[in-house]
């Protein structure tokens, strides 16, 4: 799981968003601080307040001191550092609200950046020892969570790092990131990892050696257990697997650090972990309950050292079980139905032997529960456990399983039991949080498509609260649906969510558009566009105006198709703003790596489309150029390993692609033979499976995906084929295709990418098995379409918000759809 997601979910609403000073004004700051005279400037940005003399430059970078503070405590302390940077003309900035400090705490909040109230900005050495020296006494005793990235001064709230003081940038691996200059003026990445990282060429002022000789004692041969593996890390700390010294004994060692990772009702990582150790207590002997061996404290941090149960998560169980994700028979449907009915009555028994020890279990979710190889069943995770008689309810709790606001005691369990044996015949409970009258439609699919036993969705039904009244109903739930109200449906949608007044997104879409930009291809505005005028929605010159704004505004450097400059390139070229798109892509960084997606391969493919549509023949031989580098080095590229990147995007599927498009520019056979061969260094890294797919190792998974996956070898695979004839497996890549179940809606890790990958290369096989594929995974999409302003939208990646986007959301699925019912439309670029 990427918790950079359930960050992104902290803002509210239904998309993926950044939390905002104005969400939450009634708790800002700034309304008990004083006001500053005409000698300071104000600057205010996304969270951050800035303040800083008017008299006075700051120098690019240099050392940083942070504030950390509890919620308890942070307006005192902020009261007290503001009321010393104003007297003695020191530059700092401060967190706007407290909403926002407290998301910055959170358990999924990124860890390099919490725990940070204020940062101050000392001009040279000597003004960084006086501010430490003066605000270290002044804020004596107060705590605060300790910052990761950072070096502590004393025992207080203050810490250090040498960074970035004005934003500077630089492309690393692919990535736009902050960037800090070397002696010899280079710009290299200001590493914001979550442990303190000193640049070589700093030398630390004198007075600092003394904190980090400090932070530099203690052995690892003091603690007591030693670690083995890291399972987990979130901003409440790690869960570990161990071994005790004294012993040799095996443990899961988790660790709570104080202050941090805090619930809605601002309840942190220790609380919880005394929490579950009472509970883990009471439930003593129960089989299936991890034993508590230790629970001791080193370094400010608290741990928990429990029983290592064996067996792998019930989502990894089902990941590897679940028949409809391939081309299952009958019999294999019948054998899962009764596996999984078996397990579940199993769960249910544990549950209920917690509950008779007076204990809600209060967490019950598929990555909560241990699977063994004899199929035999394990609870972990106490941390939210409660008594029974306790009114309250956790503030935390798993998308698609925890329960309305209006469950209390056992039936919090039974909310999720029930949302379980949902679950278990069909993995998209996540989604009926967002919509909860997807409910009946999921009900009805598993009572038709598998075996269960009389009452069975009945009584999902009544635990989850269904009525029938509260029905999601779209245009796809038609039982002959008007594809055209469809198509329409998904476009009003996206135009409902566009936002012109934002000047960081138009539409919303994944979580990278805050990291690569909201213009680009793949996550931004001009993939969107793009999909729109594809798929015959038509133009919007307003949208089209807040492109070319928003590209003026910032132009992008990150050369790649999908994320970055050649991506944006294309659709304004194509939208007739030729002269931008030739700016754009003479300002953008050179490749650094071969794919399609961000590297090398989509900028020579990109150069081919504009130069016959700007007639620039500079662009015709700087593609020749790239083709001619990525051809010298296929030969050298890095052997097929177990995480998986062939691919159309990130595979040399991409430069295939290119070679192909070359070989008809040229007529060189040569182009052709390379795109054989690029194609079949992805082959490398796939295998077969036991419906005989093909499908590419991603280590202990196997991916069909556009992106990633099968689906994009075999596009290429269908390119080549109109040139030169192929082996049968292109038909192998297809059956990887063919699965009823597919977790996420999205072009490149999704349905839609396999639905686009079948509609192409059947309008050259025309093939009945593909005409039944393509027909599953048209009616299937409908799990996934969701009512929103007046139309169909569709969740994200990792289903815990809607995107519109053109790679996860409703953008890439109207370009499938559309792929799939008209011939004589394109999809993708260069396909």
């Known amino acids: 799981m990427d918790h950079r997601y359930e960050a992104h979910c902290l803002a509210g609403g239904r998309f993926y968003d950044v939390l905002q000073a104005h969400d939450t004004p009634s708790d800002d700051f700034s309304r008990s601080l004083p006001e500053v005279g005409p000698d300071w400037r104000t600057h205010v940005r996304g969270v951050w307040r800035s303040l800083a003399p008017v008299h006075i430059t700051l120098p690019a970078q240099g050392w940083k001191i942070h504030v950390s503070a509890t919620m308890d405590n942070a307006e005192r302390v902020l009261a007290v550092v503001f009321d010393y940077c104003l007297a003695v003309g020191t530059a700092f900035k401060h967190l706007r609200t407290k909403s926002i400090l407290l998301a910055s705490n959170s358990k999924y909040a990124l860890r390099s950046a919490s725990g940070k109230l204020m940062t101050i900005y000392p001009r040279d050495d000597a003004e960084l020892a006086r501010v430490l020296t003066d605000l270290s006494a002044a804020l004596e005793g107060e705590p605060g969570p300790y910052i990761l990235s950072d070096l502590r001064y004393r025992t207080g ?68 257990y030693r670690i083995t593996e890291s399972l987990h890390h979130s901003n409440a ?80 169980w089902l990941a590897t079980t679940y ?146 009244h509260d029905v999601a109903v779209t245009e796809w739930d038609q039982p002959a649906p008007d594809w055209h109200l469809v198509r329409k449906s998904i476009t009003e949608a996206i135009l409902a969510s566009a936002t012109p007044d ?80 030739a700016e754009v892509v003479a300002r953008c960084e050179p490749a650094s790596d071969h ?58 599927s991409g430069p295939g692609l290119l070679f192909v498009r070359l070989f008809e520019r040229t007529d060189d056979r040569r182009w052709l033979d390379l795109a054989d061969q690029a194609v079949a260094r992805d082959l490398r890294e796939c295998v077969s499976k036991e419906d005989g797919s093909l499908q590419v190792r991603d280590g202990r998974r196997t991916l069909p995906y556009l992106s990633v996956g099968g689906a994009g070898i075999a596009l290429v695979l269908n390119e080549l084929a109109a040139h030169a004839p192929q082996s049968g497996l292109l038909t192998d890549l297809l059956r990887g295709c063919y699965g009823e179940f597919v977790i996420h809606p999205g072009l490149a890790l999704g349905r839609a990418g396999q639905l686009a990958t079948l509609a192409l290369v059947n309008r050259r096989l ?19 379409a969701l009512p929103h302003g007046g139309g169909i939208a569709f969740p994200g990646h990792q289903l815990l918000r809607l995107s519109t986007d053109l790679g996860t959301g409703s953008a890439g699925v109207l370009l499938a759809v559309t792929a799939a019912l008209d011939d004589n439309r394109p999809v993708l670029p260069f396909l």
């Open 157 to 224: 709230p203050l810490y250090l790092r040498y960074g970035g003081f004005l934003p500077r940038w630089v492309e690393h691996n692919g990535v736009r990131v902050p960037a800090i200059e070397t002696p010899d003026g280079t710009l290299v990445p200001d590493v914001r990892k979550p442990v303190f990282h000193l640049p070589d060429w700093v030398e630390p002022p004198s007075f600092l050696r003394p904190c980090l000789a400090a932070r530099a004692t203690g052995s690892p041969d003091d603690f007591p």
């Open 502 to 581: 934002r000047a960081d997104r138009l539409f919303p879409g994944d979580v990278e558009q805050f990291v690569s930009g909201g213009t680009s291809f793949g996550y931004g505005a001009a993939g969107v566009l793009y999909a729109l005028d594809t798929s015959g929605a038509g133009r919007f010159p307003d949208h089209e105006q807040w492109l070319v704004d928003a590209v003026r505004r910032t132009p992008p450097t990150r050369p790649g198709f999908y994320d970055g400059a050649h991506g944006i390139a294309h659709v304004l070229a194509n939208f007739g703003h030729h002269d931008l798109a």
């Open 595 to 652: 794919s399609l997606a961000g590297g090398a391969a989509g900028v020579a493919l990109n150069l081919l489309h504009l130069a016959d549509l700007l007639g620039e023949r500079d662009f015709l031989a700087e593609a020749e150029r790239i083709g001619d580098r990525l051809a010298a080095a296929l030969p050298t590229a890095a052997p097929p390993g177990s995480k998986g990147t062939a691919g159309l995007f990130h595979g040399w």
């Open 766 to 784: 025309r093939d009945p098995e593909l005409d039944r594929a393509i027909s599953c995974h048209l009616a299937n999409l409908r799990w996934h």
């Open 237 to 316: 700390g790690g869960v570990y697997l161990a071994t005790r010294r004294s012993d040799g004994t095996k443990v899961v060692l988790k660790e709570a650090r104080p202050h941090c990772g805090l619930d809605r009702e601002q309840v942190d990582a220790v609380t919880r972990l005394h929490r579950e150790h009472e509970t883990l207590t009471r439930l003593a002997g129960i089989t299936g309950v991890p034993a508590v061996h230790d629970r001791f404290s080193v370094w400010e941090h608290e741990y928990l050292a429990m029983q290592h149960m064996p067996g792998r998560p019930l989502s990894r």
């Open 323 to 468: 028949p409809l994700v391939r081309h299952a028979t009958d019999q294999q449907v019948t054998d899962y139905t009764a596996r999984a009915l078996a397990l579940l009555g199993r769960i249910e028994a544990l549950v209920a032997e917690v509950h008779e020890r007076g204990v809600v279990f209060a967490d019950l979710h598929p990555h909560n529960v241990l699977v063994d190889e004899d199929d035999s069943v394990s609870l972990v995770d106490f941390e939210l456990a409660f008594p029974i008689d306790r009114p309250a309810r956790p503030a935390l709790g798993a998308q698609g399983f925890r329960a309305p606001a209006d469950r209390r005691g056992v039936d919090v369990d039974r909310y999720a039991l029930a949302a379980l044996r949902l679950w278990a015949f069909l993995p998209l409970t996540s989604v009926l949080e967002l919509e909860r009258g997807k409910l009946h439609q999921y009900l009805d699919f598993i009572e038709q498509r598998f075996d269960l036993p009389g009452g069975y969705c009945d009584r999902i039904r009544r635990e989850m609260g269904g009525t029938g």
